[in-house]
């Protein structure tokens, strides 16, 4: 069983519009992360969290909020989505140290 | 500035035999840990292969191994007996001691094994 999920698997929006990404865990991780990649590119960080009700800012922030309601749940959030964030989204989790493990993508396509 | 390098953008090779994917890095930190993922053509992201940095000895996993030489601040990928299901890209991360679990990847380097 997949122990890290993401939904919605893809999805279209609107320039403008709301988007909230899920990612939900079982593996009793503490830390969590949302990546963003881009056709051709290895992963960057947007956000992450090490405990609940508590989000930190990754490498490129700007544009998108995080959520995180408990431990094993993460959200990112465009509140006003624009083409550039067009891209694949990548939730992980992990312990303090060790490798992290994926979920399976979201893929944003905003028009 | 960049941190994790992968210079290689693409390699082919016959299946079953060796291959090495290069990495170089940058840090500042005495302690940080480096790691091997894969990405299937579905998207999937696998964890691979891990070396932490306070370790002499090459970590081996599998028919993956590392070669980590840390005065060159690289830590190469070498795949021996390559199989068909070994294409994928593949990328190089780093998490430096003091930086709480964040990872720095580098652009990934695609591996085709022609059979």
């Known amino acids: 069983e997949a122990a890290v999920t993401q939904s919605p698997r893809s999805k279209v929006a609107v320039t403008g519009g709301k988007v909230t990404l899920s990612c939900h865990q079982t593996?009793?991780?503490?830390?969590m992360y949302w990546y963003r990649q881009d056709t051709g590119h290895g992963l960057r960080l947007i956000h992450y969290?090490?405990?609940?009700?508590?989000?930190e800012k990754g490498d490129i922030p700007d544009g998108y909020k995080a959520s995180r309601p408990s431990q094993e749940n993460f959200s990112l959030i465009l509140e006003l989505a624009s083409l550039s964030q067009t891209a694949v989204y990548f939730c992980?989790?992990?312990?303090?140290?060790?490798?992290?493990?994926f979920g399976p993508g979201t893929r944003l396509t905003v028009l | 500035a960049q941190k994790v390098t992968q210079t290689q953008t693409s390699i082919s090779v016959m299946e079953k035999t060796t291959v090495t994917m290069d990495c170089v890095y940058e840090?500042?930190?005495?302690?940080?840990?480096l790691f091997w993922y894969k990405q299937t053509a579905s998207g999937e992201i696998v964890f691979l292969i891990r070396?932490?940095?306070?370790?002499?000895e090459n970590a081996t996993v599998g028919h993956y191994s590392l070669n980590f030489q840390k005065p060159k601040s690289s830590i190469g990928l070498i795949i021996t007996a390559t199989q068909i299901e070994d294409s994928a890209v593949y990328f190089c991360?780093?998490?430096?001691?003091?930086?709480?679990?964040?990872?720095?990847f580098g652009a990934g380097t695609q591996l085709i094994v022609i059979p």
């Open positions: 991360a780093m998490r430096e001691g003091s930086a709480l679990g964040r990872l720095h």
């Open positions: 840090t500042q930190d005495s302690s940080y840990f």
């Open positions: 593996n009793n991780h503490d830390y």
């Open positions: 969290s090490y405990v609940a009700d508590s989000t």
């Open positions: 070396q932490d940095s306070y370790k002499k």
């Open positions: 992980a989790s992990s312990d303090l140290g060790v490798e992290q493990y």
